[in-house]
């Protein structure tokens, strides 16, 4: 659907305009998209609601969403004008996750310690607890691996493509600390700010807002440590306080598009710096064709290994490594 209304949008001046409010640095589209989808959630009636599948609880009718949608931007705009101008896109995939456990499991496999997490642009930090879910794998319609807690109540599943096969999986990846940090971070305990997260989810993806909201409650049964401000400010106070005889791992998963240049420098000037003392690892799942990396700091320097592409929302991963 959001197809459909991005073509609208494109070749409409009125609907433009109204998107040119959103930040510097933030996807127009996406938070057109997300400003719409926070009010019609958060209740506000229109003929439009009856093409959001999380709604209606329906498919989506045959006829076009776009005139609809128009017309509900156009009766809204001066709601959707504040929210533009003062939200950010702060998406909070848990399937990411399913790129992330391999490459955490390498990182254990060198570092032969307890990892030390700090996700850098957390959200809500749903990821930082990514040992406490289950993960199940498949190639070609078929399970090749599974990982995780029988006990979890959150499974996730990614598609494997391509000749590689993933690294193997320890029983376990013990953590020692769980920190991220935002430049605002969300309380998933606080209503608005979990309907703004939700609000970020595309409409059609229901089985993403049902493990958003799972996610939530183990967070609340599991929660971690989640730090406003900069990354590039506060990552080297984080990196001082990691406990000893564990690994510092830093994580990001689609968010440094979002960061300055000066910040992305910073962070990774911090990450070789904090490598003359002990060695440093960064993982990162970035890019608009997303790309799995696994940088290792030692001794002031980095060396970055690509191991695998993958679906920006974790659906499929094809390890190359």
Do not use: K
Request: net charge negative; aromatic share 8%; proline share 9%.
């Amino acid at each position: 659907m959001y197809a459909e209304l991005a073509l609208g949008v494109a070749s409409d001046p009125e609907l433009l305009d109204l998107a040119s409010h959103a930040r510097p640095h933030q996807p127009q589209p996406n938070m057109l998209f997300a400003t719409v989808q926070y009010l019609l959630l958060g209740g506000i009636e229109h003929p439009l609601a009856e093409h959001y599948p999380i709604l209606s609880g329906q498919e989506r009718p045959p006829a076009p969403a776009f005139p609809p949608f128009r017309e509900f931007c156009l009766e809204q705009r001066e709601r959707l004008v504040e929210l533009l101008e003062t939200r950010r896109t702060q998406t909070n995939v848990v399937r990411r996750c399913t790129c992330l456990l391999p490459a955490f499991a390498l990182v254990h496999r060198q570092a032969r310690a307890p990892l030390a997490l700090i996700d850098l642009g957390a959200s809500a930090g749903l990821n930082l607890n990514f040992d406490r879910y289950s993960y199940r794998y498949r190639q070609d319609g078929h399970d090749v691996l599974r990982w995780g807690s029988g006990r979890a109540t959150i499974e996730l599943e990614a598609d494997l493509r391509g000749p590689g096969a993933l690294p193997s999986l320890p029983p376990a990846i013990p953590v020692a600390s769980r920190d991220g940090v935002d430049l605002d971070p969300v309380d998933l305990a606080n209503p608005d700010q979990r309907l703004w997260l939700r609000a970020l989810i595309w409409p059609e993806h229901l089985e993403r807002h049902e493990q958003l909201l799972e996610a939530a409650a183990e967070l609340a049964a599991s929660p971690v440590r989640l730090h406003p401000g900069d990354a590039a400010e506060v990552l080297p106070g984080l990196l001082a306080a990691v406990p000893a005889g564990s690994a510092p791992l830093v994580f990001s998963t689609i968010a440094l598009y979002q960061f300055p240049r000066e910040s992305r420098r910073r962070v990774a000037e911090t990450l070789a710096e904090a490598s003359l003392a002990r060695p440093v690892w960064q993982v990162a799942l970035e890019g608009a064709d997303p790309e799995l990396t696994l940088t290792r700091y030692e001794d002031g320097s980095g060396e970055i290994e690509r191991l695998a592409r993958a679906s920006p929302h974790g659906w499929w991963i094809e390890w190359r490594a």
